[in-house]
């Protein structure tokens, strides 16, 4: 097979199972770096796009679908000098907005969109950092700045953007607590936030037995709906900052404006789908670098390993609920 085609999968129609193709292998433009991608983060936003159902995505069909990537910079093109051939990196780098994903061996991306991989981490668990660290990142620092000391409520703890989002604030120096089911106690309170298990308290009582009826400084909602119409409820009454990546649906303001709070959303693909801010990213991903080398950031990885011949598993994993952590598809060597 020729050295000039590179095996990758792609969906050719909504709903439609992954066809494995031979395409022709991109070459690094000016300021790009092509990537000999070596593992694929698998997120539920990937499902979406595969089911028709993301057109916030923009992500025309038939394409390569993968938003996040660990792997080695293969070549690097004019302009790029951050990077060089035989460098480790990750990043949140296509499968939307008509950018090629990273189901595929290799991709030329926007050089700012990528970072050194940490050192002591995996390939596999590189992969599945980028877009849930700069979800949370967005959302904790660029947002609501959080500062020692303070309050963070996080709910969702033990999910993709919840679990990282408790380890940065901690490592910002925040009290941290977090929402989830009784089962994920024990994996919420490993990350170092105090658990509230929703189902079992209301969210006056947590509002008082954890901040004494004030309220967090700071709600990050992860899961949307509902939870995020109690995330207002939880706010404090005076400078309290409410966050969410799922803030999609209609909502009363009411709960958030009595208590003179206010409300961010985060729209995390804005970078790839305008062109406009990507080197923010490479920024991000550098402080993940910075905190997992320090000690201070894991990712909690579904154990189950895939590769191209079933990453279609890997989505079925995650539509039907099994999924137990990030999944990760890596790439097998022609």
């Known amino acids: 097979m020729s050295q000039a085609s590179m095996q990758a999968l792609i969906v050719e129609a909504a709903g439609s199972p992954f066809s494995t193709v031979r395409l022709p292998r991109p070459e690094a433009g000016p300021g790009q770096v ?7 983060g698998v997120n539920p936003l990937d499902t979406k796009i595969r089911a028709g159902n993301a057109a916030h995505a923009r992500h025309p069909l038939p394409a390569v679908l993968g938003l996040d990537m660990a792997g080695v910079v293969e070549a690097v093109g004019p302009g790029v000098t951050a990077f060089a ?13 008509g950018l090629q994903g990273s189901l595929a061996q290799y991709a030329a991306v926007d050089a700012g969109l990528l970072a050194p991989k940490p050192v002591n981490l995996s390939v596999r668990e590189a992969a599945a950092l980028p877009l849930v660290f700069i979800t949370a990142w967005e959302g904790l620092v ?19 953007v919840g679990h990282i989002a408790v ?8 009290q941290v607590y977090a929402t989830g089911s009784a089962r994920h106690q024990e994996i919420i309170e490993g990350y170092g936030a105090t658990a509230i298990d929703f189902a079992a308290t209301s969210v006056e009582q947590y509002v008082d037995q954890h901040t004494g009826g004030e309220g967090f ?29 799922l803030g999609w649906g209609t909502h009363s303001l009411a709960p958030l404006s009595f208590r003179a709070a206010t409300y961010s959303g985060v729209f995390t693909l804005m970078p790839l789908l305008t062109g406009k801010g990507r080197a923010h990213h ?8 910075r905190l997992a080398e320090a000690g201070k950031l894991t990712v909690r990885l579904d154990p189950r390993q895939f590769h191209l011949g079933n990453a279609i598993e890997a989505h079925q994993a995650i539509e039907n609920g099994t999924a137990s952590g990030k999944l990760v598809v890596e790439m097998a060597k022609d």
């Open 167 to 174: 380890q940065i604030a901690r490592a910002l120096g925040a």
């Open 282 to 289: 490479g920024e991000i991903l550098r402080e993940a670098t």
């Open 217 to 245: 400084d700071v709600v990050y909602d992860t899961v949307g709906g509902a939870v995020l119409d109690s995330a207002f409820r939880a706010a404090r009454t005076y400078g309290g900052h409410v966050i969410s990546c």
């Open 34 to 40: 092509l990537v000999r991608i070596l593992a694929s």
């Open 142 to 160: 660029d947002r609501a700045r959080v500062q020692a000391g303070q309050k963070v409520l996080v709910h969702g703890g033990a999910g993709g």
């Open 85 to 97: 051939p035989g460098d480790e990196v990750y990043g949140m780098t296509g499968g939307v907005g």
